[in-house]
């Protein structure tokens, strides 16, 4: 009976095991970020958060996120599943950026997050619509947004503002750091069996074309 082998193609853009468990991480990472970002706001401003709204989005991207760790444990995710996922962590971003003063708010390049694991671990088509979408997110958020409500003076907010883009920076240095190293170690192991199972198959169709000529 024959063997019905996976294209090259489809095998590689498939995702390891191991590469959907750290994106998935990754997004757990990004709702301590929100946790972090939002605390930051109502301890260091002392601003005014509507706190229903703010508990919502966080609480909804910690139940997709767990609802996606159990579909990578299930094998139930595909790669448009996990660029679907990919583009709820950036819409969960933007709307806890919405709600905390719009695209002035410094946590708002957390939304390249999810776009450096799209470019790294999705096939390209995926990675530009992951581009196209944070873009729009962002261009949105530049106009529609709630002010930030804050008790300090202008100087202190600048102050913290610029606090707020250092400690942004080093979160997502070390997010990308983190997870985007394992994740292309993954996919280069990946690769590397991927290779080594092709050459097998092809010294199996030469061994079986020498016996067939024998």
Known sequence: MAQTLPSPQSSR???????????????????????LGVAL???????????????????????????AWW????????VPDLALHLAVDAASIAA?????GGYANPFISLLLVPLIL???????????AMALWVGVLYTLLMRFYQPLAIQVS???????????MWLNFL?????????????????RRRDALLARAREQRLRDEQLFALGVQA
């Open 13 to 35: 853009d498939a995702l390891p095991g191991e590469a959907q468990r750290r994106l998935i991480l990754v997004g757990a990472a990004l709702v301590l970020a929100e946790i």
């Open 41 to 67: 706001l109502a301890l260091l401003l002392d601003a005014r958060l509507p706190w229903p709204p703010l508990a919502g989005v966080i609480a909804l991207h910690l139940c997709l996120n767990a609802v």
């Open 71 to 78: 579909r990578v444990r299930r094998g139930a995710m595909r």
């Open 96 to 100: 806890v950026v919405f709600f905390t």
């Open 118 to 128: 799209a470019a790294v671990s999705l096939p390209p088509l995926h990675a530009w």
């Open 154 to 164: 202008a100087q202190a907010a600048v102050d913290l503002h610029l606090m707020g």
């Open 171 to 187: 979160l997502t240095a070390a997010l990308v750091a983190a997870f985007v190293g394992h994740l292309s170690a993954s996919l």
